[in-house]
């Protein structure tokens, strides 16, 4: 079975977060957008939910935690290579994201992040396929 993904993020601005991530590429289903949330479309399987932080709190049963503060969670997508992971931060740098990690280069695996508009942190990965076909461990020891 083909689990579908669907990711809630509170955002102080939605009109803001809304541009920042249509900056990054990404884009939305009007079907389910209105003056509270925006769907933005990861893939055919993925989405985020940008919902305002008060239309956020209708669904949660604890207080909605401030990402500019506390980390509870982080979030991952993929590019094509390794210089598309470079271009996608520096466009998340370029629209107003806030500079996380140094770049983390596994020699399997490349990654950068950063954090959006409200906080959330977000890495962007790319795994050599043959690693990701055969696990990182035996890729490595086949590097030698």
């Not at 083909?2 to 939305?28: E, I």
């Not at 239309?55 to 590019?79: C, L, Q, Y």
């Not at 390794?82 to 996380?100: H, P, S």
Request: with cysteine; aromatic share 12%; net charge negative.
């Amino acid at each position: 079975m083909s689990r579908m993904l669907f990711l809630n993020l509170p955002v102080a601005d939605l009109t803001a977060s809304r541009a920042f991530f249509d900056t990054l590429g990404f884009t939305f289903d009007e079907r389910f957008c209105d003056e509270g949330a925006a769907c933005m479309v990861v893939s055919d399987q993925a989405y985020v939910m940008l919902l305002a932080r008060d239309r956020f709190a209708e669904f949660v049963v604890r207080p909605v935690a401030d990402a500019r503060i506390d980390t509870a969670f982080t979030v991952a997508v993929s590019a094509e290579d390794r210089d598309a992971v470079d271009a996608f931060v520096a466009t998340a740098l370029d629209a107003g994201a806030a500079a996380a990690k140094d770049p983390q280069d596994y020699g399997f695996m490349y990654q950068r992040s950063f954090h959006d508009l409200d906080g959330h942190l977000w890495e962007v990965m790319w795994m050599d396929p043959v690693a990701a076909e055969k696990g990182p461990e035996q890729f490595m020891a086949e590097q030698g």
